[in-house]
């Protein structure tokens, strides 16, 4: 009998692929402790294993992974060595390869997966050099009819695809070591406080240190504003047709002539009627940004999707198309969603649907855009719910008709003066009765006649000043990062969270930490963090999968790249050293020492406690213990008993709390 061997991505999209395929026969075994789904098709032995994603990780070689022993620029031409990172897994293909099997690779269509799948290639004819017959199934979604019709037209393993994820991982790897190392050694931050520099999250967290400046750096202009509040059965505001007075003076000139007025003339009216175009189908991007509106992480609203995907719930996450394609049977998916409920909102889509689905700009051809592909069969968790919600009236809403809407524009004659007003009245909800989250904030007018005049119930002058830009959204930052080329689909979410990790930044909207604008501030004058020298590398590394440029070509590039960067930093070593450490003793100091009046700040024990010490030791040996979970925000606060510094603690499950840090302060003997 002839045996099939399938390698998937994961154990549960192993599972799944097993079910579909055998029809529900298939039976586990286990080679050590990793699963194995075996069934006979067809006079053939199927088995099929899932992965734990990598199994092979990139590094250097041993002897050059002694930070202060190699200087950094050592590092670029160093080859990267490849190792087995999940031995049980790779022991557990040896069996599998030893009977020349047919070998089917089904991990995930894009680069990351198509490297995957060819890591576990190449292992098993390490082992068995006679295995020839090699196929890939390539599917979107792993449902039963997307799994059996990829396994029935199979294709090609699609080498170009995973060079440039190989690419990828080698320039990432030799980026983030050398700059990760250079600035760790020249600001003396090794060990556990060691500064990471990456290639794509160095111009990221460039973007949020430009716009913290420029926030910072904001001045405030002050204008007025004139309001009228009118009434004709229900209130509603007019604004002086003057829009922002700059100067009070004049402000205050009309004002006087309007204040005591009792009534305003409706001098013009003019209606327009509206269609409004529904969204477009989600891309990772856009989904990403949909998410982060509903309060979501990009890391989180990217996990709950993928597992979403495994599940046979949704269609692959990771995709730039906003196109859906012809062969994607939306008949078929509306039908499983009227079970579900969604019911109402699929008859509503059936009885009064578009001709066409809506489009984005991009079609690719990878994968469709993301989409609901079945139906939950147990209860999701309160969170994969409303990202399952999300992608189900996204997808509803582009097959549903345009809205209808009336927006009215209103010149109000008080005394002499033009005022002026808008309202807005849904005529034919259509597609925003599905997709629920766009939330309207003008007003319907109460019905207004030219020629007729209505009560004032008052009139303000309005002082205000301009606002400074807005901090970025992780949604915001994702589009952003979108438009400039850094990172990809797959990976803009993890940069955003390595971020987060580093402590880069802080809170949502995102606030790049003292240590954060220290860095790209020493880093201002280098490529490494503006996004042309990374968009370049995106481009060469499309240019790989497309087969328009070799791996090796675009990694020797970067390497190039990467020298005269680091001719670049060496020159401002000095800058870059004393930039740092003066940001990262202002992050940690946490107020001043109430013996001595020097400073206090955060510092780490040699049995790795964190504890508050004077920086005028050893003449003051005042000391304060913190507590070892959790994160110290500063609050710039001191006691007003006993004069030492008050930190908030955050833990994750409770609520933020403040503290004395002195723990004979006599509020904690009370």
């Known amino acids: 009998m002839s045996n099939t061997l399938v390698v998937c991505e994961k154990n549960i999209a192993a599972k799944r692929i097993a079910y579909f395929l055998s029809s529900g026969k298939a039976i586990t075994t286990t080679l050590g402790k990793t699963p194995i789904y075996e069934f006979t098709k067809d006079n053939k032995l199927w088995k099929i294993i899932g992965l734990r994603g990598h199994i092979i990780s990139l590094d250097y070689p041993a002897d050059f992974n002694q930070w202060t022993k190699i200087p950094p620029h050592k590092l670029i031409d160093v080859e990267p060595c490849k190792k087995v990172s999940e031995k049980q897994i790779a022991s557990a293909l040896i069996p599998l390869a030893n009977k020349n099997p047919f070998l089917i690779i089904a991990t995930d269509f894009d680069r990351e997966g198509e490297l995957i799948g060819v890591e576990a290639l190449n292992l098993l004819k390490n082992y068995n050099k006679n295995i020839i017959q090699i196929k890939r199934a390539k599917f979107s979604a792993i449902t039963n009819s997307e799994i059996k019709t990829a396994f029935e037209k199979l294709v090609e393993v699609d080498y170009n695809l995973s060079n440039a994820g190989e690419a990828r991982q080698i320039i990432d790897l030799v980026w983030g070591a050398v700059l990760t190392r250079f600035i760790s050694l020249t600001s003396h931050r090794l060990g556990k406080e060691f500064l990471s520099i990456g290639r794509v999250q160095s111009p990221t967290l460039a973007l949020l240190v430009d716009r913290e400046k420029e926030i910072q750096n904001f001045e405030p202009k002050t204008f007025w504003k004139l309001i009228a509040t009118l009434k004709k059965k229900t209130a509603f505001t007019a604004s002086h047709s003057e829009g922002q007075f700059w100067e009070e003076r004049q402000a205050l000139e009309v004002y006087g002539r309007v204040k005591d007025s009792k009534e305003a003339t409706i001098k013009k009216i003019e209606i327009t009627v509206n269609k409004e175009y529904p969204p477009s189908p989600f891309s990772t991007t856009t989904f990403l940004q949909s998410a982060s509106a509903l309060g979501f992480s990009a890391a989180k609203a990217m996990e709950i999707a993928e597992k979403l995907y495994t599940a046979g719930l949704i269609s692959y996450p990771r995709t730039d198309n906003t196109v859906y394609p012809f062969s994607l049977n939306i008949r078929s998916i509306l039908e499983k969603l009227s079970k579900s409920s969604f019911s109402n909102e699929v008859h509503e889509v059936i009885g009064n649907s578009r001709k066409h689905p809506t489009r984005g700009k991009k079609m690719t051809t ?305």
């Open 366 to 670: 990878d994968h469709p855009p993301i989409h609901p592909v079945g139906v939950p069969s147990y209860k999701l968790t309160a969170d994969q719910e409303k990202i399952y919600e999300l992608i189900c009236r996204r997808f509803l809403a582009t097959l549903a008709k345009d809205a209808i809407s009336e927006t009215s524009d209103v010149l109000i004659d008080i005394s002499g003066e033009s005022f002026k007003t808008g309202g807005y009245r849904l005529i034919e909800p259509n597609w925003k009765k599905i997709y629920i989250y766009i939330k309207e904030k003008r007003k319907q007018l109460p019905e207004l006649q030219e020629g007729e005049t209505v009560k004032i119930s008052s009139i303000r002058l309005k002082e205000d000043t301009t606002k400074p830009p807005k901090r970025y959204t992780e949604g915001m930052l994702i589009t952003k990062m979108e438009q400039l080329s850094l990172g990809t689909k797959s990976t803009r979410h993890e940069i955003i969270n390595k971020l987060y990790g580093r402590k880069y930044v802080s809170g949502s909207p995102l606030v790049p930490t003292s240590t954060a604008i220290a860095v790209i501030d020493a880093l201002s004058d280098c490529d490494v963090v503006k996004p042309k020298m990374t968009a370049a590398l995106e481009k060469d590394m499309s240019a790989i999968a497309d087969g328009k440029q070799t791996l090796e070509d675009t990694v020797r590039e970067s390497r190039q790249m990467l020298t005269q960067v680091m001719k670049s930093l060496e020159k401002d070593k000095d800058k870059i050293k004393t930039s740092i450490q003066k940001a990262h003793k202002e992050q940690n100091t946490v107020g001043k020492c109430p013996k001595c009046g020097k400073d206090m700040i955060i510092r780490t024990s040699k049995n790795a406690k964190r504890f508050v010490g004077c920086t005028g030791f050893p003449l003051c040996k005042n000391t304060y213990s913190l507590p070892q979970k959790g994160s110290i925000a500063i609050t710039d606060n001191a006691c007003t008993t006993c004069g030492a510094p008050i930190v908030k603690v955050i833990m994750k499950g409770k609520k933020p709390w403040k503290l004395c840090l002195n723990s004979d302060c006599l509020t904690k003997k009370k």
